[in-house]
C-alpha cells in the first residue's frame, strides 16, 4: 500500500525567506506526486503535480518541488515566501494500481512572520 | 465557472440522525471523491465513484453511504452508525474514468463542516 510522510507538523518561516517542506512516499512503482494548498476552512487547490519527464517542477505561486527517486522524495520549496503563503501544505500520492486513490500525508502547517 | 460545489458549509447532526451532504460538479468529470478531514490527520477517503451508478469503498467507509444516479452528482449520507462524525467534509473530482488515460489531478470543492449537537 502507498503511504505518504510529511515530517514537519508545523514551521515558522520569516517573510521574504526561503521556505522547504519536507514529504517522503512509499511506493513500489513510479508514483504520481501532488502538493496541495489548503486556507483555514477552504477546500484544496492544487499547487503543482509531478507525472513524468522531468523532475523539477514548476507550480503556481511561485512553488517548485524537485521529485527524487533515490530518496523517495518530492519536496516543495519556494524562494521567498510572502504573508499570503500561511496555510496548511498537503502531499499526495498517486497511483492507477491502487484505483486512481490519491493518499495524502498529514499536512504542514506554515506560520509566516512579518 | 465550472467547479465543484459542496452544500451546506456548516451541518448539525442530532443523535441518531442521518444527515446528507451535498457535492455537484460541472467539470463534466467521470471521477468524484469523498474525503473525510480531521486536525493532524490529513484527508482520508470515504467513497468514490469513477463511473455513474458504481462507486467503491475508501478507507474509512464504515457508518457512511453514497449514490451517484447522475454524473454531475455524488452525494455523501453520515448514518446514525457513523459514532464521530465531527470533522471536514471534502468533495473531489476527476477526470479519469475506466476506460481513459490516468490523469489523478483531483480538484476539491470548499468543504462542509459536520458538527454534532
Keep these: 500500500a502507498q503511504s505518504v510522510t510529511q515530517p514537519d507538523i508545523h514551521i515558522t518561516v520569516s517573510e521574504g525567506a526561503s521556505l522547504e517542506l519536507r514529504c517522503n512516499y512509499s511506493y513500489g512503482a513510479t508514483p504520481y506526486l501532488f502538493w496541495y494548498v489548503q486556507s483555514p476552512g477552504q477546500g484544496l487547490q492544487l499547487l503543482l503535480k509531478y507525472f513524468s519527464g522531468d523532475t523539477l517542477v514548476q507550480g503556481i505561486k511561485g512553488f517548485e518541488a524537485e521529485f527524487k527517486r533515490s530518496q523517495?522524495?518530492?519536496?516543495?520549496?519556494?524562494?521567498?515566501?510572502?504573508?499570503s503563503d500561511a496555510a496548511e501544505y498537503f502531499c499526495a500520492v498517486g497511483a492507477k494500481a491502487a484505483g486512481?486513490?490519491?493518499t495524502f500525508g498529514g499536512g504542514t502547517r506554515v506560520l509566516v512572520k512579518p | 465557472d465550472g467547479g465543484?460545489?459542496?452544500s451546506p458549509k456548516?451541518?448539525?447532526r442530532k443523535e441518531g440522525q442521518?444527515?446528507?451532504?451535498?457535492?455537484?460538479q460541472n467539470l463534466n468529470h467521470d471521477a468524484m471523491y469523498w474525503y473525510r478531514q480531521d486536525p493532524g490527520q490529513g484527508l482520508r477517503l470515504i467513497y468514490y465513484s469513477q463511473i455513474v451508478n458504481d462507486f467503491q469503498k475508501g478507507d474509512i467507509a464504515e457508518g457512511y453511504s453514497v449514490s451517484r444516479e447522475k454524473k454531475e452528482s455524488f452525494p455523501l449520507t453520515v448514518t446514525s452508525a457513523q459514532k464521530n462524525p465531527t470533522a471536514f467534509y471534502l468533495c473531489a473530482s476527476s477526470s479519469t474514468g475506466l476506460a481513459g488515460p490516468f490523469q489523478e489531478t483531483q480538484y476539491f470543492g470548499?468543504?462542509?463542516?459536520?458538527?454534532v449537537l
Aim: glycine letters at 2%.
Design chain 2, 4 to 6: 465543484i460545489t459542496q
Design chain 2, 110 to 115: 470548499p468543504g462542509t463542516r459536520l458538527l
Design chain 2, 10 to 12: 456548516y451541518l448539525f
Design chain 1, 100 to 102: 486512481n486513490k490519491l
Design chain 2, 18 to 24: 442521518n444527515v446528507t451532504l451535498s457535492c455537484e
Design chain 1, 72 to 83: 523517495s522524495s518530492f519536496n516543495l520549496r519556494k524562494p521567498s515566501v510572502h504573508w
